[in-house]
């Protein structure tokens, strides 16, 4: 299975990503988190701590190098390129822009490529973190992900874009909308009035996942089980089936 | 002033954009304001709502024998703000790159070009050289790093108390200063108290030079899509974007 994750920036694609990639893992799954973010934070929501994160070296940038000399297969730059997060789960980065000449994004691998060509079926469960906005989700392709999880929280920025994400979106592959730090039936009125009537799958607002954003921490390695992990591993629960025995 | 907002996605940096904008329009700047990003954020905070009547800049491009893009004969980059830029309130004039439509981007890509060259060609205009210049850029460093807003020669990273908000914040800061002449200063939004200040700064690793409160009415302002500045005029994180004006303005 490939899941893709969308998105205003600051919505909580991220750490949506994190908890989501880590949940499949618990559920007994082989998980590769592959952040397609230019600006790459996955490593930290999924556990792996901010200064580690910072440390990753992206697939593109280390092909760039040179740091493999034959013609690299997928599989062989997520063997080589990935790292090792909790509960099993391989981070890979796609692509990072770190100096001020980055080079023709059109030529060598870009995280729309990782996206489209790593396999996920039943051997494994892919989950992409994409770049804030739109761009990533306007080239895709029907069969490049076999959902897409919108994440929008209760701000007319935030829910304009996911308007438009799932606009896009929707024609392409299963939609599921994520309503992220929803505090009351206010917040979830002012959501519907922008997405209409359709399912919303709600993250309560949550001082333990807060917590864990400022400091840097996994919210699934803070507290499993407060309100907004819960609502994430029971979506997963959901997308997975029945969990698979060890 | 020649200025660019930077940041994580998330971390305040339209509504500091926009705040920015109107506060020095009112002490009588002329403000053009640039907006690169292809998703909504500037409109919303200087006041025009989601989709106010755009003038794109497609009519701007036409393809060479190369099918490269370029401008149409005639227009520089002084009759390109006049045709093309609109108008926001306060006199502010408002040049948008373009937003993405439900067809992806292959609709706004002449737009897109023609914005591009028309930034790197804005200091080509005299008349221009008193004029205020104030980029919201999108989230994260892509438009850093491909020079979306060579007019600016202060990046303010816009950091909220978070580790991964901070992350971004250096990163963007770094390429900043790897070119020669350019300025990246700090400020910390949506603080709750000196503790966040504290936390900001050790975790970007040096001082902000100021720090936007949490605030209740930017908030509201925020989940409604109007202007702070309109809707919470009197609210401490408008105060804190006046001291910051008059902080750059010193710089």
Known sequence: MKIAVAGKGGAGKTTVSGTVARAFARAGHEVLALDADANPMLGVSLGVGPERTELLLGVRQGLETGEVEHEPTIEGMVERFGADAPDGVRLVVASRIDNDSPGCQCCGVSPDQLLRELEGGDRRTVICDLEAGLGTLARLEPGNADAVLVVANPSAKALEVARRAIEIAEDKTEVIVLANRVRDHADLDAIRAVLGDRELIVIPEDPSIARADRDGLAPIDLDEDSPGVTAVVALVDRLAGAPVPA | ?251
Not at chain 2, 19 to 28: E, I, K, N, S, Y
Not at chain 2, 173 to 178: K, L, W
């Open chain 2, 1 to 251: 002033m020649r200025l660019a907002v930077v940041g994580k996605g998330g971390a305040g940096k339209s509504v500091v954009a926009g705040t920015m904008a109107r506060v020095l329009a009112r002490q009588g700047e002329r403000v053009l304001a640039l907006d690169s990003d292809l998703l909504p954020g500037l409109t919303l905070s200087l006041g025009l709502g989601a989709d106010p009547a755009l003038a794109p800049m497609g009519e701007a491009a036409e393809k060479d024998e190369n099918g490269r893009w370029r401008l149409k004969p005639g227009i520089g980059p002084a009759r390109a703000v006049q045709r093309f830029a609109i108008d926001a309130p306060d006199g502010i004039r408002l040049l948008q790159a373009g937003k993405t439509p439900r067809e992806g981007l292959e609709p706004i890509m002449g737009s897109f070009n023609a914005y591009y060259r028309v930034v790197h060609r804005l200091g080509d205009v005299k008349s221009f050289e008193s004029w205020t210049m104030l980029g919201d850029l999108p989230a994260g460093p892509r438009h850093i790093a491909f020079d979306w807003a060579p007019f600016a020669r202060t990046y303010v990273v816009v950091v909220q108390p978070t580790a991964q908000s901070a992350l971004a914040g250096r990163r963007v800061a770094r390429i900043v200063r790897m070119r020669e002449g350019l300025k990246a200063v700090y400020i910390a939004n949506r603080v709750t108290g000196k503790a966040d200040v504290t936390h900001v700064e050790r975790l970007v690793g040096e001082r902000v030079i100021a720090a936007l409160p949490a605030d209740d009415g930017v908030a509201e302002a925020e989940r409604l899509g109007l202007a702070p500045i309109d809707h919470a005029p009197d609210s401490p994180a408008v105060a804190e974007v006046e001291r910051l004006v008059a902080t750059l303005a010193n710089l």
